[in-house]
């Protein structure tokens, strides 16, 4: 077996476990399915992780993954299906084959719930997006809609009324599934309104974001509204059901103790994918690290 750790996974995450794993003299091999990167690479502009004034998701991680194959880390564009327990570590099998390691760390990420609208994708990036924490400095002073109904679009409206100008809360149904608190505070804010039972319809505007129409779901009335910015908060989907016999699962998210281990002596979950509060860039190469020195120290007891 000549891979000390397996990495499922190419966001910032998984890159940064592979950073420190190298510098700790250990093999890796990374698995990932479509692009290196994940979701930060789509993003225009990355302005909130230290020592970085400006740069494009693209650039960032372009140069992660230079850091990472010049230490030495082996990579595959493969997805990978399940994981089996085999005398002195793991299996990971792919879609193309199986590879084995002495470890393995699960940085699958997860992706937002889409609305499904047919220019949702085109104007991502151009005034659409998924993340009022990493993006809502860029509307300062703007108008913006936001749309969703629980904790997280509550938490942003909320982050925003200090940053727009005005935010305009859009639900599919007639009432909030947020913490009551969350709504409380929401009430009281002056430039924050909100309107119940509207479905978008269209996003309008050719190469940026400029209004979002709804319909009224009870009158079928249209209604529009004039924006810079359209947050969307209606959930996030982990895809961590290959691994649900080696892992601890709360609501599809991996459970971890604080060093990122899971129950399974030898795997770790780091990024997106596992149970955690904020979801950035910079949470997600924390985890990346934390892991890395925690399966560098048990790859060590294996000697």
């Known amino acids: 077996m000549d891979i000390d750790t397996i990495i499922i996974g190419g966001g910032p995450a998984a890159m940064t476990a592979a950073l420190y794993l190298l510098r700790a003299g250990k093999s890796v091999l990374l698995l990932e399915k479509e692009n290196f990167g994940g979701q930060i690479a789509e993003s225009p502009r990355l302005e909130n992780f230290p020592s970085i004034k400006s740069i494009s998701g693209l650039d960032f991680s372009s140069q992660l993954f230079d850091q990472i194959t010049s230490l030495g880390a082996k990579f595959e564009l493969e997805e990978a299906e399940a994981i089996e327990k085999i ?31 047919p220019r949702e994708e085109e104007l991502t ?7 009022a924490t990493c993006d809502g400095a860029f509307y ?16 942003y409206a909320i982050l925003l009324s200090d940053i727009c100008h005005k935010v305009t809360i859009c639900t599919l149904f007639d009432h909030f599934f947020a913490d009551d608190i969350l709504v409380k505070t929401m009430k009281k804010l002056p430039n924050v309104e909100y309107f119940h039972n509207l479905s978008l319809v269209e996003f309008k505007g050719e190469n940026e974001l400029t209004g979002c129409v709804f319909e009224d779901t009870k009158t079928h009335e249209k209604k529009e509204f004039d924006c810079a910015g359209a947050f969307i908060a ?57 892991a890395a020195v925690s399966c560098a120290n048990y790859l060590n007891t294996l000697k």
Not at 141 to 155: P, S
Not at 234 to 262: R, S, Y
């Open 125 to 131: 990036g151009k005034g659409v997006s998924y993340c």
């Open 234 to 290: 209606i959930g996030q989907l982990p895809h961590n059901e290959a691994f649900k016999d080696w892992v601890d699962l709360e609501k599809g998210f991996i459970k971890t103790d604080e060093l990122m281990a899971t129950k399974t002596p030898g795997i770790y979950a780091i990024g997106d994918c596992r149970v955690k509060k904020i979801r950035q860039v910079i949470t997600a190469t924390s985890d990346g690290a934390i």
């Open 87 to 117: 005398e002195g570590g793991f299996k990971v099998k792919t879609n193309y084959g199986e590879h084995e390691g002495h470890s393995v760390i699960i940085a699958t990420g997860c992706e937002h719930r889409k609305l499904g609208n």
């Open 140 to 155: 300062k002073g703007k108008d913006v809609v936001l749309i969703g109904d629980a904790n997280t679009a509550l938490q």
